[in-house]
């Protein structure tokens, strides 16, 4: 496997659920981020992970709750959804956390639909 | 507040140059990237710039001036492939990435 991979690409979920997202990159990087994207709105960072310590948490609720066992791995735990939180997650990994040209390598996101 | 400004749609044809516009208005600045995301799929890096002028690579190359807070990323001899939406975002002076919603470009033959 190469760069960034998430698991699963599609999950359906009733809010009563509890799912976990799934996120490995495979370049030797040391930070990772959690996005949210919906249709037509931009990229909502979620959180963001530096040496797998949690750097930024922008108001997420707490029925998002990351997890990030060391620097290759990444989760989000997901809990009591509603139906506003249908989206593409996507992940995210960088050289490192906002310093100079650190682009980011994306997985394809996991398309997420609660019901 | 931060702000990213992009056209929301554009189109164009098979074999012309297309420019798509981001303007900004950000707390600092510390670089401009641009991506580009097929429909399903991540969003890949295209470009990054940090100094006013010029970046070309290959047919692809990304303008930017910091005083008029403006940037375009310029496609030639376009390709259906092409087809994509471009994301421009802007790292502000805590580091944070703003990013914009994003131009969705249809290529036609």
């Known amino acids: 496997e190469t760069g960034v991979t998430q698991t699963p690409r599609h999950l359906v979920m009733g809010m009563t659920n509890k799912k976990s997202l799934k996120c490995e990159q495979h370049l030797g990087h040391n930070a990772m981020y959690w996005y949210k994207q919906s249709a037509k709105k931009p990229l909502e960072l979620m959180f963001v992970y530096s040496l797998e310590e949690r750097v930024e948490n922008n108001s997420v609720p707490s029925r998002f709750s990351p997890e990030c066992p060391n620097s290759s791995h990444l989760f989000l735990h997901l809990h009591t959804l509603q139906p506003e939180d249908s989206a593409l997650y996507l992940c995210a990994s960088s050289q490192e956390r906002g310093t100079g040209r650190d682009e980011q390598y994306f997985g394809p996101g996991t398309r997420l639909t609660v019901t | 507040g931060q702000n990213i400004d992009q056209p929301t749609e554009m189109t164009a044809t098979e074999g012309a140059i297309v420019q798509i516009n981001c303007t900004y208005q950000?707390?600092?600045?510390?670089?401009l990237f641009w991506y580009q995301q097929h429909a399903g799929e991540a969003p890949t890096f295209l470009s990054y710039?940090?100094l006013d002028g010029l970046e070309e690579k290959g047919r692809f190359s990304s303008f930017l001036s910091r005083s008029k807070g403006y940037s375009y990323l310029l496609l030639k001899e376009l390709q259906m492939k092409d087809s994509a939406s471009y994301l421009c975002a802007v790292r502000d002076s805590n580091y944070q990435l703003i990013w914009g919603a994003g131009t969705k470009l249809i290529i036609k033959p």
């Open positions: 710039n940090v």
């Open positions: 950000t707390s600092g600045f510390n670089g």
